[in-house]
Antibody, heavy 118, light 108 residues
Framework: QVQLQESGPGLVKPSETLSLTCTVS????????WSWIRQPAGKGLEWIGR???????NYNPSLKSRVTMSVDTSKNQFSLKLSSVTAADTAVYYCARGDTVTTAIDYWGQGTLVTVSS | SYELTQPPSVSVSPGQTARITCSGDALPKQYAYWYQQKPGQAPVLVIY???ERPSGIPERFSGSSSGTTVTLTISGVQAEDEADYYCQSADSSGTYEVFGGGTKLTVL
């Protein structure tokens, strides 16, 4: 059974860079694409972006200037960096797997709360 | 930017049929996906490619598509189906993904 686990600081200061890593276990990171999605408290889901194991990326246009994603296939991990954060970036951040056959996001991590505050 | 529109809430009695719609200009060109999210939990995929059901998802969940609107139908709603439901799809070029605003399903 594939499992995804987000890790990283739970508190980030305004104007700094949010960094999260997702570790994939129970399966290979290859042949899939990997996404980040966030959800502010009490609000809906927001797609941040995705990365393929080739390194190709697609980002939410509204976040594109601040987002960088990377993948390390040797460690079965992929990462998110979001720069110049503000309080509006406070949310639960989910990492998730996309299946290139079904084209669906089919496995999600449990989510990690990141708070932006001084 | 591209948007998907869902009704904020839908209410049904147990055993009835719930229909949740999602509208977007690119839906005739792009597949839609549906996720169920219960409080404090990660979303769970219930429908992919407009109408396909993943293994393990009850048969009472079904999806359909017509023009710029896709619909998630839950037949014979059970109390355990009370949750938030989100549609997801891509912009017309398939460059980026978007989620609908979510619909809270209340089982009366």
């Amino acid at each position: 059974q594939v499992q995804l686990q987000e890790s990283g600081p739970g508190l980030v200061k305004p104007s700094e860079t949010l960094s999260l890593t997702c570790t994939v276990s129970g399966g290979s990171i290859s042949s899939y694409y990997w996404s980040w999605i966030r959800q502010p408290a009490g609000k809906g889901l927001e797609w941040i972006g995705r990365i393929y194991t080739s390194g190709s990326t697609n980002y939410n246009p509204s976040l594109k200037s601040r987002v960088t994603m990377s993948v390390d296939t040797s460690k079965n991990q992929f990462s998110l960096k979001l720069s110049s954060v503000t309080a509006a970036d406070t949310a639960v951040y989910y990492c998730a797997r996309g299946d290139t056959v079904t084209t669906a996001i089919d496995y999600w991590g449990q989510g990690t709360l990141v708070t932006v505050s001084s | 930017s591209y948007e998907l529109t869902q009704p904020p809430s839908v209410s049904v009695s147990p055993g009835q049929t719930a229909r949740i719609t999602c509208s977007g200009d690119a839906l005739p060109k792009q597949y839609a996906y549906w996720y169920q999210q219960k409080p404090g939990q990660a979303p769970v995929l219930v429908i992919y490619k407009d109408s396909e059901r993943p293994s393990g998802i009850p048969e009472r969940f079904s999806g359909s598509s017509s023009g710029t609107t896709v619909t998630l139908t839950i037949s014979g709603v059970q109390a355990e189906d009370e949750a938030d439901y989100y549609c997801q799809s891509a912009d017309s070029s398939g460059t980026y993904e978007v989620f609908g605003g979510g619909t809270k399903l209340t089982v009366l």
